[in-house]
């Protein structure tokens, strides 16, 4: 066994291959210890080793004004991303694979946008009953 060189909590995802943005995969994204040892990386039953990865992409962005990272890997069985909060450093462990950096604006996608429509429209209705 592999030492164990990094290990914290993160949400992730096999349903995004491109940027980072708010969708419905995130609402029901993998949540669970994030697992960094000498030559692979593990969330619950997700082992992505470094000789299957053909990059890694670190995602710099902002969430309700709070700085987040999300660590994108491109590997030959499919693509991974990892949300973490601002105090986890994971990335620090990984610099052996050469990542990219990124600044990003997170995007909305479709089902977001409606979503927020809807909630909207939903405080809208309940403020104007109150208000009456």
Not at 14 to 29: G, T
Not at 37 to 44: A, I, L, R, S, Y
Not at 69 to 75: R, S
């Amino acid at each position: 066994m592999k030492s164990l060189l990094y290990k914290c909590m993160t949400k992730g995802t096999k349903q995004e291959d491109s940027e980072p943005r708010y969708s419905q995969n995130w609402l029901v994204a993998r949540r669970g210890s994030f697992c960094i040892f000498d030559d692979k990386v593990k969330c619950g039953d997700w082992i992505i080793n470094f000789t299957d990865i053909a990059k890694l992409i670190i995602y710099r962005t902002k969430q309700l004004l709070i700085p987040v990272k999300v660590l994108h890997f491109i590997t030959t069985k499919g693509n991974y991303q990892f949300a973490f909060n601002p105090w986890a450093q994971p990335e620090k462990y990984l610099m052996k694979l050469n990542p990219e950096e990124k600044n990003v604006k997170l995007k909305y996608s479709i089902f977001s946008i409606i979503l927020r429509i809807i909630i909207l429209g939903c405080l809208l209705i309940y403020f104007i009953q109150k208000i009456r």
